[in-house]
């Protein structure tokens, strides 16, 4: 079992950009596919962005060009750098994992969930 705590989230204006953290206890050498999800409150969550053990990254069309998935494996940190926010963003967005990137924005797929936290971007 993969641990995940997510943190980094808060209340901005469009336009600006946020950086969330994601600490997990997944080891570099086994192979694993971390993604990061949204959810609306009473919707399913949704993939936003996935990077697996080969460094592939998959991420929703919504979020192309605007936020970028990247590890810093040293500290065991998986972040997701959201800029150009926009209020359709706001979600509370979760950190998950697996062992395969079958199917990486699929939520059925990953095993292990962080607790979330809330982005808020207004207008």
């Known amino acids: 079992q993969v641990q995940l705590v997510e943190s980094g989230g808060g209340s901005v204006h469009a336009g600006a950009s946020l950086i969330l953290p994601c600490v997990h206890s997944s080891t570099s050498s086994a192979p694993y596919c971390l993604g990061w999800f949204l959810q609306l409150p009473r919707k399913e969550r949704e993939g936003v962005a996935s990077l697996d053990s080969a460094m592939s990254t998959t991420y929703a069309d919504s979020v192309k060009g605007r936020f970028t998935i990247y590890p810093d494996n040293a500290r065991n940190t998986l972040y997701l750098q959201m800029t150009s926010l926009k209020p359709e963003d706001t979600a509370m967005y979760y950190c998950?994992?697996?062992?395969?990137?079958?199917?990486?924005?699929?939520?059925?797929?990953?095993?292990?969930w962080g607790q979330g936290t809330q982005v808020t971007v207004s207008s």
């Open positions: 998950a994992a697996t062992f395969f990137c079958a199917a990486p924005l699929t939520r059925e797929y990953y095993l292990d």
